[in-house]
């Protein structure tokens, strides 16, 4: 199972970016889908999940990140709006089989490596 984390980047306070992931070797639409970051010196933290119809945000990014996905794609999307200097981590998104609709990181079974945000002031 491979899952790759790509659109980080640059970008001002107020911006926009939107991160993708694309999984490969497992049946993604059986899977449920977390995006997760980590700032430098804290733990990795929940940001948003999805499964099917179904999506749950951190009340941290609630109305300005949307998560969806795109089964025949195999890929699982986050649109970051209205972007904050404290958003600025890197961001990696996650699968897990079973662990249903979940902000437990130990649920979830594959990780992909990460990919930077960074939102200046």
């Known amino acids: 199972v491979q899952l790759q984390a790509s659109g980080g980047g640059l970008v001002q306070a107020g911006g926009s970016l939107r991160l993708s992931c694309a999984a490969s070797g497992l049946t993604f639409s059986s899977y449920s889908m977390g995006w997760f970051r980590q700032a430098p010196g804290k733990e990795r933290e929940f940001v948003s999940a999805?499964?099917?119809?179904?999506?749950y945000y951190a009340d941290s990014v609630k109305g300005r990140f949307t998560i969806s996905r795109d089964d025949a794609k195999n890929t699982v999307y986050l649109q970051m709006n209205s972007l904050k200097p404290e958003d600025t981590a890197v961001y990696y998104c996650a699968a897990t089989k079973f662990g249903g609709l979940t902000a437990t990181t130990r649920a979830y079974e594959y990780w992909g490596q990460g990919t930077q945000v960074t939102v200046s002031s």
């Open positions: 999805i499964r099917s119809g179904s999506k």
